[in-house]
């Protein structure tokens, strides 16, 4: 399997600007998770899926983010209108359900950085 | 919500030392306790790992381990080497699958 792809890799826009971020989990994978990463705020959980189902958008910074996930092999983050606080690395990750164990190991995307000026 | 807290948030050695970094956490239903290591511009990958039925786990030159009436669990990585330079993120689960991770920790291996 090639892993999580995201993409685009690098995005650079301008205030006011909508920005779509794509992520294509892992084949049969039943969680999707958003993160985002900058240096003041670590790592945070911004949404997550599970069977294609939002289960916990609490992360959601204001309503100019919205996440969907139409299939179990597509999922997108989009960012209307952007603004430049929102610069920062996105991540997708997923992980499978299931198992002896209750927890297993989320797989992260190569991440998207995205800058807006 | 959930916070963990992680110390130190930069730790430099030198090569052939032991390097410990700990996280601590309030809420006692965590039964799940990842490490993920992130090196400069990539992806956090995981490393370890230790559910609460556990103490401690060791995987040649990691090892985790977890005190759950303290609420704390610290990572160890034994005889560092330049390799192991990276941002060391704890985490732990709050229920259905989701994490909260820790600050991060910046270790620098200087040969």
């Given amino acids: 399997d090639a892993g999580v792809i995201q993409s685009p890799r690098h995005e650079v826009t301008e205030m006011g600007q909508e920005v779509t971020l794509r992520c294509k989990p892992i084949s049969g994978h039943d969680y999707l998770f958003w993160y985002r990463q900058t240096m003041m705020r670590g790592l945070e959980l911004l949404i997550y899926f599970n069977n294609n189902v939002p289960i916990d958008d609490s992360g959601m910074p204001e309503d100019r983010f919205s996440a969907k996930m139409p299939n179990a092999s597509f999922s997108t983050l989009k960012i209307q209108p952007s603004e ?13 359900e299931g198992g002896l164990a209750p927890y297993n190991e989320q797989f992260f995307g190569p991440g998207t950085r995205l800058t807006v000026l | 919500g959930e916070n963990v807290e992680q110390h130190p948030s930069t730790l430099s050695v030198q090569e052939g030392d032991s390097a410990v970094i700990k996280c601590t956490y309030s809420d006692s239903a965590s039964n ?4 993920y290591k992130q090196e400069l511009g990539k992806r956090p990958q995981l490393i370890i790992d230790i559910r609460s039925n556990v103490g401690e786990k060791k995987d040649q030159r990691i090892a985790v381990t977890l005190n759950k009436t303290a609420k704390h669990f610290s990572l160890h990585i034994t005889e560092t080497q330049p390799e192991d330079s990276a941002v060391y993120f704890c985490a732990l689960d709050t229920g259905f699958q989701k994490l909260v991770f820790g600050t991060g920790t910046r270790l620098l291996v200087s040969p």
């Fill in chain 2, 32 to 35: 799940y306790f990842p490490w």
């Fill in chain 1, 84 to 96: 430049p606080r929102d610069s920062a690395v996105y991540f997708c990750a997923s992980s499978l």
